[in-house]
C-alpha cells in the first residue's frame, strides 16, 4: 500500500489557508489562534468535516488509513482554535452527524462555496482532498463518484478539472499495484524495530514515522519544498513496510 497522494493531500490544512486573506470571521486562519464565534458547523472548519463525512459514508465503511487521515485533519484544524480540545471533539461529533445522511450533502456544498467563492484553487484543493479520501482504500465506487460529483458541481468545479483529478487518482493507484513488493524483513528494517516485533510497537513507531516525515508539519516548519517532497517519498516506504507488516500479522 502507497500513501504518497494520501500524504501529499493531507497538507490539505496548511494548502487550503495560506494566503487566505478574508477578514470573516467564519472562515480558517492558519495564521493566528480565533476564537469561534457561532455555531462550528457554519464555520469553514464545520463545513470541511461536513463534506469529508458525506465522502465517508458513501461506500459504508471507513478503513485505517482513512480514519488516520481524519484523525490528523481533525487535529490540524483544531489547532487554529484557542480551545483546540473542545473544538475537536464537536469536530468529531459533527463528523457522526452528518454521516448518518446524504440528504443535506448540497445544502453543506453551497454554504463551503459561498464561504471560498472567491478561491477557486482552494475549492480545488478541497476537491483533491476529498477524493483522495474516496481512492485511499483502492475502491473507487460508483456510489463514490455519484456524491464527489455532486459536490464538486456545488462548488462550481471545472468538469475538466474533476475528471484530471480522478485520472491522477487511477493512474497513480494502478501503478502501486505493479509496484514490487517488499519484503517482510526489509519492512521491519524500514519502521525501525527488531523483526517479528508485537503489532503494538510496530504501530507506535509507525505512527511516530508518520508525524516526523508529515508535509504539514515540515511545511509549517518552514522547510524548503525539496525537504517536503523527499519526505513524501519516504512515507510511501514507510506506508509499505506497516501494511505489509500488518497483513501478515493477521
Known sequence: MSWS???????????????YKTS??????????????????????????A??????KADGKVCELEAELLSLTFTDISKVFDNPNEIREELKAIYKKEMKSFENTLIVSKKY????KRDY??????????????????????????ITEDIANALEIKKS????????????YARVQTQKKLTLSKAYEILGVSEGSDFAIVKKEY?????????????????????IDEATKKLQEINEAYELIKNNKK
Open 121 to 146: 484553487a482552494k475549492r480545488l484543493k478541497v476537491m483533491e482532498y476529498l477524493l483522495n479520501l474516496a481512492f485511499i482504500d483502492h475502491d473507487f465506487s460508483k456510489a463514490e463518484f455519484m
Open 24 to 49: 470573516d470571521y467564519q472562515n480558517i486562519h492558519v495564521n493566528k489562534v480565533q476564537r469561534l464565534q457561532g455555531k462550528l458547523e457554519d464555520h469553514e472548519a464545520g463545513l470541511l468535516v
Open 161 to 172: 478539472d474533476f475528471e484530471t483529478l480522478i485520472a491522477q487518482f487511477e493512474q497513480f
Open 207 to 227: 505512527r511516530k514515522l508518520v508525524r516526523e516525515h508529515h508535509p504539514d508539519i515540515l511545511m509549517g516548519q518552514g522547510k524548503e519544498q525539496s525537504i
Open 51 to 56: 463534506l469529508m463525512a458525506k465522502v465517508a
Open 113 to 116: 462555496f459561498e464561504l471560498t
Open 5 to 19: 497522494i494520501f500524504i501529499a493531500v493531507a497538507i490539505v490544512f496548511y494548502l487550503l489557508t495560506r494566503g
